[in-house]
């Protein structure tokens, strides 16, 4: 469900980030483990690739937040690529995003997103 708010224009991530949604193809997400050892859906991009080929080591740890995350042996920082992702720089981070995310086609107000979902949600009836 959340994967719809973020093509929203109240949605306070960089519009290159919102774009990542609306343009990516139902081929474009794929299964990642992340850093922390957890699977996550994500659309795949340079970055994802770079770092499944082992050229991508974290910087530094600037949050230390994870207790699981060693940053010697971490493929990335997670929280880095994170932010970097929602700031729009997308080079060096990606997008979480849900397995119905491909269907998201345009960027729209949230009170446009829960009129369609009200409407969706009348059909199911
Ligand atoms: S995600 Fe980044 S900041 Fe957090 S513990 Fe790992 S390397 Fe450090």
Same mark, same amino acid.
């Given at each position: 469900?959340a994967?719809?708010? %973020? ?5 306070d ?5 919102k ?5 990516? +193809? @139902?081929?474009d ?12 859906r ?9 770092? +499944? ?6 910087k530094?740890?600037p ?6 995350? @060693? *940053? ?7 929280s880095?690529?994170l932010?970097?992702?929602? @700031?729009? @720089? ?10 119905n995310?491909? +269907? %998201?086609? +345009?960027?729209v107000? %949230? *009170? ?13 009836e």
């Open positions: 469900m994967t719809r708010f %973020v093509a929203t224009n109240e949605c991530a960089d519009i290159a980030f774009n990542a949604y609306v343009q990516c +193809k @139902k081929e997400i794929g299964i990642i483990t992340s850093p922390v050892g957890l699977p996550g994500a659309i795949m991009n340079g970055f994802l690739n770079e770092a +499944k080929n082992g050229e991508r080591h974290p530094s740890c949050f230390h937040c994870i207790t699981t995350c @060693k *940053k010697e042996i971490s493929p990335y920082c997670i880095a690529a932010i970097n992702a929602c @700031k729009g @720089k997308l080079e060096n981070g990606f997008a979480f995003i849900g397995a995310g491909y +269907k %998201v086609n +345009k960027i107000s %949230v *009170k446009e997103l829960f009129e369609t979902l009200s409407m969706e949600y009348r059909q199911c």
